[in-house]
């Protein structure tokens, strides 16, 4: 018999996907802000999801609905075990915000079960029921926030049929900023606004700038990354639904980031610094810009995440 | 005065471009075939072609029609020197093979120019001159074929406005077999044949191949590289140009080959493979199966080649 008492605590971060060129391809991930995921062993053979708190009230307690209890399921499933586990969802980031705040919590739940069950599968082996949760969530399982979220830094999905995820290495001083603004965009929005088919011309830009930007990171190419970090297929597209994009992109450059794109379907806005004290100048002109336009917003700076999801110590966990 | 004996003497190498997914965006150097060419002061003040051998006769001795000679008249019109030049083209490799023969002369002649003069400029600065000499081959310039011959090793050309190039580093173990079926396809008719516009979904399919290939470039990682050469945009378009294509690749996979696709706009067909003799099999698998097609070929084997276009001292010169 297992201890009921027993539980285990989970983080796991916001991810940037898409990244410029990177459209459903590449992602990368923040050290916060992130997803907290408790799991305890239950009696009732039932997967459950207890509390959700941070989230407004806007997401399903029902365990067939929920990102991560549907993770968790899937996670079992593969485990062929019927052990019941009951989990508390704490949001520690913004919903909606294309920060991937479900595959956050997908991750986070499937890794504190993992834990629990005393790590029956290595870290990299959980993301197929991460996705899983997200299909869930999205309709569909877009593999460029779960795989950061899960594996840490930039990561690269560079195929879903089947699924090869290339873990990249990241350079040391590499910072990102992520200015959330207050306002919303559906993610079905943001998909159904692009086209579906694009011109030949802008697909050959579109991967001489996702493999300048492949090439900087691993080389470390900081001017590299700069002027990898171009969008000309779905950034000039969905940037129209998010007020004052273009003002607040020229500021970003002009206070010394290396690029600056919308993160994942948006409304969230991201920039690449070389150091934190840039990263603050960033910061400030992009809010201050989104706030010419009169949009309140959030900010978050952060190294990118070389550790992934990770496994929280009790005393660690308020 | 200069001595009008003096001769510089060049090399350039044949390029496989394309590269799978980097339609127009990356390329690679040969270590054989390539061209020679020679250039000597003359003093007339002007460039002229004294001869072609290798050719069939099929190029142009009009100076301001071939390729070597627009080459050299743009770098001396950028050096605003009124100095004549002689060029003899001497063509070792096949034309219209899609092994980036009109690169390759250009690229010799304005290295063989830049030494008889005394190097005025670096390797990497004679580019776009070597750029200019081809649009008069090809129409357009590009420079997945003249970055690669002239710098060696795999070259990504990441954006054309401004031109930004990007070596590559790449692994020590990495070969191409190249082959080239006795068929002819005019670059304009394998370009003619590409549609102007490409769904979306396949578009991702492609950037995530070309991150794949570059990621797995830098990481040394040939397992990546070979999963990575997948073109699912132009392959399927251009290889019906090409009776027996998706044979002979197949053939290609099953003697060893890390991946296979068409070199240029073809006919050519390239395979990588990390060792040597994976390269003999593969390339006896290849020619075996075009000639099941009723198809003559030739074969190269080359290491990829790190050095680009070289001087050669004129005793190497036969």
């Excluded at 916001?14 to 916060?32: E, K, R, S």
């Excluded at 795989?147 to 840490?152: D, I, K, T």
């Excluded at 930039?154 to 990102?176: G, H, K, M, Q």
Aim: charged residues 20%; aromatic residues 6%.
């Amino acid at each position: 018999m297992t201890t009921v008492s027993k539980s285990s605590v989970s983080f796991a971060p916001a991810t940037v996907a898409n990244v410029g060129a990177g459209f459903d391809v590449l992602g990368f991930a923040l050290y916060q802000p992130g997803d907290h995921v408790v799991a305890r062993f239950n009696n009732t053979g039932k997967v459950a999801v207890k509390a959700i708190t941070g989230d407004g009230g806007k997401l399903p307690l029902d365990a067939h609905l929920n990102t991560a209890s549907v993770a968790v399921m899937k996670f079992l499933y593969h485990l062929r075990s019927d052990q019941g586990i009951d989990l508390e969802v704490h949001k520690k980031m913004p919903l909606g915000s294309g920060l991937g705040s479900s595959a956050a919590s997908a991750v986070a739940a499937v890794v504190a079960a993992n834990d629990l069950l005393g790590n029956p599968l290595e870290k990299s082996a959980l993301l197929p029921f991460a996705l899983e949760g997200e299909r869930v969530a999205c309709g569909a399982a877009h593999a460029d926030n779960a795989a950061p979220s899960l594996l840490g830094g930039f990561v690269l999905i560079r195929s879903y049929e089947p699924l090869d995820i290339v873990p990249l290495s990241t350079p040391n001083e590499l910072y990102a900023v992520v200015i959330h603004p207050h306002i919303e965009i559906r993610t079905k929005d943001a998909r159904d606004i692009l086209k579906k088919t694009i011109p030949l011309k802008q697909a050959i830009v579109q991967w001489g700038n996702i493999a300048g930007l492949v090439a900087g990171l691993l080389k470390s190419d900081y001017d590299l990354i700069g002027r990898s970090l171009s969008d000309v297929i779905v950034e000039p597209v969905r940037s129209i639904l998010i007020p004052g994009f273009d003002a607040v992109k020229r500021s970003a450059i002009e206070a010394g980031a290396l690029g600056c794109s919308i993160s994942g379907s948006g409304p969230s806005v991201f920039a690449l610094t070389k150091s934190l004290s840039t990263s603050e100048k960033v910061a400030d002109a992009m809010q201050t810009e989104f706030l010419a336009h009169h949009i309140d917003s959030d900010r978050f700076i952060s190294a990118v995440n070389r550790d992934g999801a990770t496994i929280l110590s009790e005393h660690h966990y308020q």
